[in-house]
């Protein structure tokens, strides 16, 4: 049984990756085929999120057989849309109350309530580029967002930022009267831009790699 601790960001990602990975292929993946569709720098770290998924009653492992993980209990999962990515000359067309269900878009994924923290009105979108590599948000990852507009320091969140008509993914603060849009890239600077120029679409709540 689960021992009430919450999942790390890698165990769910790992427990993620391997539900999805039974899914498709009808078998379960092997610690080398985790290592590299979670971008794992080693196997060993694997089999330590493993041996923390199995104290926690999520999977069962057969040590001596190769690929025998067995996942635990029922997950409750959900259909969001994927709406496009995040990219330069457009706002992102976040679904209205009347077009919100997934079959109403081209793409849709599987996740789990944990990953969405039971919120209504979520959806994923496909980043583009780098500048937030440092918190392991990596181009052509998906990432889980929520419909909002309002926000707190230090969030997550897609900005159209209308006098450039260009939307970003970035951490955003209130700063001196004005936005900064803080990148996790110590290569880039931040954006500064008046609040009346900004107009939050979203706030992320998970990272999804790119296998998704």
Same mark, same amino acid.
């Given at each position: 049984?689960?021992?009430?601790? #919450?999942?790390?960001?890698?165990?769910?990602?790992?427990?993620?990756?391997?539900?999805?990975?039974? $899914?498709?292929?009808?078998?379960?993946?092997?610690?080398?085929?985790?290592?590299?569709?979670?971008?794992?720098?080693?196997?060993?770290?694997?089999?330590? *999120?493993?041996?923390?998924?199995?104290?926690? /009653?999520?999977?069962?492992?057969?040590?001596?057989?190769?690929?025998?993980?067995?996942?635990?209990?029922? &997950?409750?999962?959900?259909?969001?849309?994927?709406?496009?990515?995040?990219?330069?000359?457009?706002?992102?067309? &976040?679904? /209205? #109350?009347?077009?919100?269900?997934?079959?109403?878009?081209?793409?849709?994924?599987? !996740?789990?309530?944990?990953?969405?923290?039971? %919120?209504?009105?979520?959806?994923?979108? %496909?980043?583009? /580029?780098? #500048?937030?590599?440092?918190?392991? !948000? *990596?181009? $052509?990852? @998906? !990432?889980?967002?929520?419909?909002?507009?309002?926000?707190?320091?230090?969030?997550?969140?897609?900005?159209?930022?209308?006098?450039?008509?260009?939307?970003? @993914?970035?951490?955003?603060?209130?700063?001196?009267?004005? &936005?900064?849009?803080?990148?996790?890239?110590?290569?880039?600077?931040?954006?500064?831009?008046?609040?009346?120029?900004?107009?939050?679409?979203?706030?992320? @709540?998970?990272?999804? $790699?790119?296998?998704?």
């Amino acid at each position: 049984m689960n021992n009430g601790k #919450s999942l790390s960001a890698k165990q769910q990602a790992i427990l993620s990756y391997i539900r999805d990975f039974i $899914g498709r292929h009808d078998y379960p993946p092997s610690i080398r085929d985790i290592q590299e569709g979670c971008h794992i720098s080693s196997t060993s770290v694997v089999d330590y *999120n493993l041996k923390a998924l199995e104290r926690q /009653g999520h999977i069962r492992r057969d040590r001596e057989v190769s690929r025998a993980i067995e996942l635990v209990g029922r &997950v409750k999962m959900r259909t969001v849309p994927v709406i496009g990515q995040i990219a330069a000359g457009q706002p992102i067309p &976040v679904p /209205g #109350s009347d077009t919100w269900a997934a079959q109403d878009f081209e793409e849709a994924i599987e !996740v789990t309530d944990q990953m969405t923290k039971g %919120r209504e009105n979520v959806f994923a979108l %496909r980043v583009k /580029g780098t #500048s937030m590599i440092d918190a392991l !948000v *990596n181009d $052509g990852d @998906l !990432v889980l967002m929520e419909t909002a507009s309002a926000w707190d320091d230090g969030d997550m969140v897609a900005v159209w930022l209308k006098d450039r008509e260009e939307t970003t @993914l970035k951490k955003i603060y209130r700063e001196d009267g004005r &936005v900064r849009l803080q990148p996790a890239n110590t290569t880039m600077d931040p954006i500064y831009v008046d609040a009346a120029d900004v107009e939050v679409q979203g706030r992320v @709540l998970y990272r999804l $790699g790119p296998g998704f």
